[in-house]
């Protein structure tokens, strides 16, 4: 039903314009998401205290629909860090090494490997998990640091947390701004996850190999030495059997627990708290037989080191997800049911207005998704802004009348390519922090791949909608 737009509906898609402005400035949202919070719940309720206590409850309420993704992810980076410092991480990745024999195995290997662990640990974790240990063997073969760094970025922070299916904190965060199943968004991804993935990966090869091949992109004997000396300095608590024992048992758990999801139809929380839940206990087995007498106390160590990753990664992502479930149901949880009479929603209504005015199709649906995705990654975090792409998903396919769960997933998928860390320098620290290269290099050599990527997507896409 059409309804005529008030001011609650003006302000809102006021404060949405605001928000990519602030974004294409590459400056922080949260000021504006908070005003604009303040004024939805000061126009629908003429109350200054309700208004004012609205804005915390919002952030309440964001923090609630999040906090089991924000919990898993600080509890795996947790398992992460034990497993590296234990030596553990070694023993896992040590097989696939006797497979990388060339510079070509070595790019598709790392990035394959990559890709896989980032769907379990995120891209983060997963670098330092396997940095450590093919780098070296990759630039004996002759792949340049810079080839590798290559590799794990767009396979680990594109593909797999573009995806992001096992964890499920992207289409956790696209889905509800949305208004649709987490299962929707992660099925319709799929095809533009292997597109993407195909064209960027293959032309950033193809660029590599060039270069190398003129000599503009060679192995130094510093790259090695680098290596090598962080090699010998390592120690671990753990006997080489105990190592070998757990590289066997996590995989074989963690699969089990994908398997679990399939068979009894788990997804986004309860997929979420099956993973956790394992990962706890893992992490506590591991601590005790590493650490002994000092077990008891380092549970509680790693287990602060994963928190304050989870709440770093998200503390930015709270504000902004915050305002955008106000365009949802989030609205009346938090300020009652004050909006309009036979209002869908403040989302639902733009949209419906849109359709009205406005003749949207397929392209020009597709085609601003895309811009927006790109332009929430701007801030070089790729999840703050995924809610906005979201919520915009949600008004052009009421405009529409279909093709909610493709748009929502290709926002998702700009936004993570863009600001995940593969083209924003302040993005890509930690994967050219572990590979020893220039940030901004990086940034420069995946820029071309990811922009053909995405256009080669929004073709698709089109198709799908």
């Not at 290997?109 to 940095?131: E, N, R, T, Y």
């Not at 590799?151 to 096992?166: E, P, R, T």
């Not at 940030?439 to 990527?453: C, K, S, T």
Request: aromatic share 10%.
């Amino acid at each position: 039903m059409y309804i005529a737009l008030t001011s609650l509906h003006w302000v809102y898609l006021l404060f949405i314009i605001l928000i990519i402005g602030v974004m294409v400035l590459r400056r922080d949202t949260t000021l504006v998401c908070i005003i604009g919070i303040f004024l939805l719940g000061l126009i629908a309720t003429s109350s200054l205290t309700t208004a004012l206590t609205g804005v915390f409850s919002s952030l309440i309420y964001a923090i609630t629909q999040l906090l089991g993704t924000i919990l898993v992810i600080s509890i795996i980076v947790s398992l992460s860090h034990i497993m590296t410092h234990t030596g553990i991480n070694e023993v896992m990745i040590s097989p696939f090494t006797k497979f990388i024999k060339t510079p070509n195995l070595a790019f598709w290997i790392i990035g394959l490997l990559m890709m896989v662990v980032s769907f379990f640990f995120w891209p983060s974790p997963a670098i330092a998990l396997l940095g450590v240990v093919l780098l070296p063997v990759a630039l004996r073969v002759g792949l340049p640091a810079l080839g590798a760094a290559i590799a794990m970025n767009l396979f680990g922070h594109g593909i797999a947390l573009s995806g992001d299916y096992v964890i499920q904190g992207a289409p956790k965060l696209t889905a509800d701004a949305a208004g649709i199943p987490v299962d929707q968004v992660i099925q319709a991804s799929i095809p533009l996850v292997i597109i993407m993935g195909l064209v960027t990966t293959v032309t950033a090869f193809i660029f590599l190999k060039r270069d190398m091949k003129k000599g503009v992109l060679t192995v130094k004997s510093s790259d090695l030495q680098h290596f090598d000396e962080q090699i010998n300095q390592r120690k671990t608590p753990l006997s080489k059997g105990l190592k070998l024992f757990y590289a066997i048992l996590i995989p074989i758990l963690l699969i089990l627990d994908v398997v679990g999801m399939i068979v009894f139809h788990l997804q986004g929380g309860d997929a979420t708290a099956l993973i956790g839940g394992t990962i706890i206990f893992i992490l506590m087995a591991i601590s005790l037989t590493a650490y002994k007498n000092k077990g008891l106390e380092k549970i509680t160590d790693y287990l602060i080191e994963g928190f304050q990753f989870g709440f770093k990664v998200f503390g930015p992502v709270i504000p902004i997800a915050a305002f955008f479930y106000m365009g949802d149901a989030g609205f009346i949880d938090v300020f009652g049911k004050t909006l309009p009479a036979h209002s869908q929603g403040i989302v639902n209504d733009l949209g419906n207005a849109l359709a009205h005015v406005v003749p949207i199709n397929n392209e020009v649906a597709t085609a601003t998704l895309t811009v927006v995705g790109v332009i929430t990654g701007l801030d070089g975090s790729g999840f703050s802004g995924i809610s906005l792409a979201g919520s915009i998903a949600h008004l052009f396919s009421a405009a529409l009348g279909q093709g909610i769960a493709t748009l929502t997933a290709l926002g998702q998928i700009a936004a993570i390519w863009v600001g995940g860390g593969t083209i924003i320098p302040w993005a890509l620290i930690p994967a050219a922090a572990i590979c020893n290269v220039d940030a901004f290099e990086l940034a420069r050599r995946n820029l071309i791949p990811v922009i053909f990527g995405l256009i080669v997507t929004t073709i698709f896409a089109m198709f799908l909608v």
